[in-house]
């Protein structure tokens, strides 16, 4: 996705510009100057309590930022873009931050020691100054980022062809930086100031670090995962849990949630037992903490002042461990920290305090402050579950009360509101209760997660490859909420159960997929078709244990679909899906099954060919109790631009009756498109509530009001001073959503992934 800005232009719309109150829900910041990360993949916290994190990928380019007291105080830039990328490790001492970084070849022009030749990729450690995280610590073996102020400040640890050399641990004194190679299996000491290395011994697989400041002896994890390979950027995986998860739903039966023996998913490869190790400074083995159950999914660890070892869980108690040295000298363990189950305990999916969910850093300051992120997932620079940064007062031998927390909970996604309840809003993963009656920014609480990677593994959100799941629609079928959920591409459409565990969770029941998925997810699928077909297929849960088997599965007889096309559910829950050159095409629901999912057939399928004015399809919207279809998308006068591929389209059209046979449009309206301009102009997205047509576009992130009575502008609406005046791009094919309010309100959500949150415009006629 393109990293670009663009500043909200005002008047140019024929209404002009509208009057609107600009919020937003996902981030505790509002932008420009500050955000919370889309993702948190690893913590370092000094004295002060000064939080540095890191990450492979922030869309904004902040992919190492600083917080304090619940604000944020720094970033770090020159890790995004031209072949950078950050990592998912980070140290610090009194002088120097220390984060993992990548960088790969731009493509172009020399590599110089610049950059790696074109198909290698480099992993290592990028040098800062502390208190300026805006400048490199240049070093004379430094390489890396010449003409720019980061050059020569990165130190290459491994290189590799196949994007899986992550640095997977840092750990720093005073003098010693240590570094896990779990490339090439061992552990690394340089020298904290020249970056020389001193010393190095084997580690199978070694994560992430610890050192002890009482005796300078180092902790690591062991076999705390592999990389994938061939994709960008480079994922974690967690092998162990995976393992567990299979043999969990394999060895079950009905009741329990287990699936038949034959089931289709892929058995995963187990890479061997995590397990904590202790070190000299010098290598030599010491005393560790006894052996780790078998459901913990260490994912990092460190020592604080009272030289307790606190070790972060992301298994399914989600909680961090605590080991203290005895009398005899043996590690013992003491109460963990957190509610044993985390955010999926009772009710599940809820937020709150010491309710964890996808851990990847813990650490303490000076004063015993506890500080732990998360990301939803665990320390994977795949995540878009969102990221959450907590902060805990030191009480007895624990931690209870909470210091402070932010949060960057959304990343190319949209929000949706429940039309049968004002109160509540859903991103691809998570809920917002609203009080429309707070401060702007401050209208949506994050209520909670919608995703149980433990129980669900086949949820298509969890896919690292999938290409970003995001909200689209809530709907009521058979009086039972459902959750729709699209891609940035609209390749699929996937219908959630909302609550059927008690809690907020929502449960993959029915998928409608364009074509077959080339990356293998969900399992069972089938395959892709000869003579052009797609191996496009619909999915039901049809025992309803939210897992994807074989058996389940309808292959479509058709030939290739045209992608980003939207999806529509009209009231009745008849699913609509714009065709491109095909026209649009309803799939009749059919009711719910036994489990509660619907029911959606290929032969109870109507193809309508395309309409006048259009030659193609792109977003289509039904309003089943007015019985009126609206559509965009292209025309012989008005055609679409090869290089604009994922656009809604130049022509928005209306038809009355449509159930009836009527295919003439009440009226036409030319969108927003000149690709030429500078910003180009395009629009990517539509959404229809109550009167009025609310159009996005992609580049300016601007939004056109259009009066569905008349056809007419009403005006337009941007970002405003609430937000700094500033969106990213709309990047998603339904990256716009629009509700009216009981009182007469019309609330707009928007995409904005630049800075990890959701647009929300609030506007009355």
Known sequence: MPNAFSQSAAGDGAGGTLKVKTSWIGNTFPGRDGWVQNNIASIYVS?????????????????????????????????????NAGGIAIAGNSRYLYTGAGIGSPGSGPTLGNFPQKGHFWYGVTRRPLRQLNTGAAFATGRGNRLSAMQNSFALISETTDQSGNVTGLAATESTLFVSDATDNKIIALDAETMAKQREWHVDSPGRIAVDPSDNSVWVITEAGKQWTGSNPPHVRRPRMMALAARQRTAGDGESGGVAPNATSPTPEVLGDPTVLHFTADGKPLPTIPSLADDVEPVDLHVDQQHRLLLADNGPAQQILVYGKGDD?????????????????????????????????????????????????????????????????????GWQKQNWQVQGLTFADVAVADPNDQTHVYTQSGRYEMDYDRPSGKEGRFDGITVDRFKYTDDPRLQAKHPFMTAMEVVRLGGKPFLALTDMYSSQLSVYR??????????????????????????????????????????????????????????????????????WIDEKGDVWAAMGPDGVRRYAYGGLDAHGAPIYQYDHAQNVAVPAPFTRIQRVQYDAVGDTLYVTGYTADKPADPKLWKEAGTVFARYDNWSKGNRKARFTIDLPWSPAAKPLVSTIAMSVAGDYLFTAESVTAKVHVFDLRSGKEVGTMGPGADVGNVSGWVDLTQGISATKRANGEYVVFVEEDARSKVMMYRWHP
Not at 53 to 70: C, L, M, Q
Request: charge should be negative.
């Open 47 to 83: 004295p002060d309590g000064t939080v540095y994190s890191n990450t492979i990928w922030d869309e904004g380019g902040r992919e190492v930022t600083a917080y304090r007291d619940g604000r944020v105080v720094m970033s770090g830039d020159h890790t995004h873009g031209s072949g």
């Open 329 to 397: 000298g043996k590690y013992e363990a003491m109460a963990p920290v957190g509610v044993k189950g985390g955010m999926l305990s009772a009710p599940a999916g809820q937020a709150g305090p010491l309710r964890f969910n996808g851990l990847t850093g813990v650490s303490t300051d000076a004063k015993g402050n506890l500080y732990v992120s998360m990301n939803g997932r665990g320390p994977d620079g795949a995540a878009t579950l969102g990221s959450q940064l907590q902060s805990y007062a030191p009480s007895g031998n």
């Open 498 to 567: 909302l609550g059927q565990d008690g809690g907020i969770i929502a449960t993959p029941a029915t998928v409608i997929s364009r074509g077959h998925a080339n990356n293998g997810a969900p399992p069972g699928q089938p395959a892709k078709g000869s003579g052009g077909k797609s191996g496009g297929w619909i999915w039901r849960d049809a025992n309803g244990d939210g897992h994807f088997s074989a058996d389940e599965y309808q292959s479509d007889p058709g030939n290739d679909r045209a992608g980003c096309a939207g999806w």
